[in-house]
């Protein structure tokens, strides 16, 4: 049926692995709000640079772009990495959490048919990650390109 033999078998939560979820978590967004402060001061402190010296202007905000987009791409792609890494295995165990799982919560076991349902959703859910990691490059050398034109005007 999709359920393990025995209706009762749950894999219990890792409070460790819960634990460094909840730090990296917070971690990234200390992180991120540090960054965003620091991008708008650097942009604020641009203004003036935009007048005198076009040029230079778009050279710096396309540096600052260009590390937003690699530090916005970084969670994204350790979420892909992660959910495949589970896919992979929960499809070849024929079981999900598949053998060794340390889940941040309670989850009942579940073989065959619905476990592969599970390993397919969390692949399915890696390649959306990716596919949204390659807009946001796709959009980084699209604004690139402007601030190119930009310097030629």
């Known amino acids: ?22 730090t990296v978590t917070a971690a990234g967004l200390v992180v991120g709000i540090f960054l965003l402060s620091f991008v708008g001061r650097y ?28 530090a916005a791409a970084v969670p994204p792609v350790a979420g892909a990495v ?13 079981r999900y959490p598949p053998p060794g799982a340390r889940p941040i919560r309670s989850v009942r ?7 592969r349902r599970l390993a397919a959703l969390a692949g399915a859910l890696a390649l959306m990650l990716l596919g949204a990691t390659v807009v946001l490059f796709a959009t980084l050398r699209d604004i690139e390109r402007w601030l190119v034109t930009l310097r030629g005007m």
């Open 109 to 115: 076991i579940r073989t065959g048919p619905a476990a």
């Open 82 to 94: 992660t959910m495949a890494s589970i896919a992979i295995r929960a499809w070849r165990a024929e």
């Open 43 to 70: 942009v604020a402190g641009l203004e003036d640079l935009v007048q005198q010296n076009p040029e230079e202007a778009a050279r710096r905000i396309g540096a600052a772009i260009r590390v937003l987009t690699w």
């Open 1 to 22: 049926m999709g359920v393990h033999p025995d209706q009762n078998d749950i894999v219990p939560p890792d409070p460790r692995v819960r634990t460094a979820a909840i």
